[in-house]
């Protein structure tokens, strides 16, 4: 038998109570964001309505303390520098939990 272990990461400001997190939704929109340069583009990519996408972004920024997302109207969107830091150091620090998970796993089911 193999066992397999799988962690999903969520972030939030931990000093105030918020709805939402940061992670691997906000992500996806925020990576289709880079693609498409459109929210609205990444949401429907993903199945999922603007209105929602909106929401998921703003519950992210308010628990980072920073702006994701620049909306440039007809335009579309674009990440800010620190939308970039975010998406990266969220799958850095993905990457690393999977790699420790399948370790342990290994080690302890084994």
Same mark, same amino acid.
């Given at each position: ?22 992670? /691997? #939704? $906000? *992500?996806? +929109? =925020?990576?289709?964001? &880079?693609?498409?340069?459109? %929210?609205?583009?990444?949401?429907? @990519? ?17 628990? /980072? #303390? $920073? *702006?994701? +997302? =620049?909306?440039?109207? &007809?335009?579309?969107?674009? %990440?800010?520098?620190?939308?970039? @830091? ?25």
């Amino acid at each position: 038998m193999s066992v397999v272990a799988s962690a999903r990461i969520t972030l939030k400001n931990s000093e105030l109570d918020l709805p939402g997190a940061f992670g /691997l #939704g $906000c *992500v996806q +929109l =925020l990576e289709g964001v &880079a693609t498409e340069h459109s %929210l609205n583009g990444a949401a429907k @990519r993903l199945g999922m309505a603007y209105s929602k996408a909106w929401r998921i972004v703003r519950e992210a920024e308010a628990h /980072l #303390g $920073c *702006v994701l +997302l =620049l909306r440039d109207g &007809a335009r579309g969107s674009t %990440l800010t520098p620190e939308g970039e @830091r975010a998406v990266a150091a969220y799958r850095t620090l993905q990457a690393e939990v999977n790699e420790l998970l399948a370790q342990r796993s290994d080690e302890l089911f084994s």
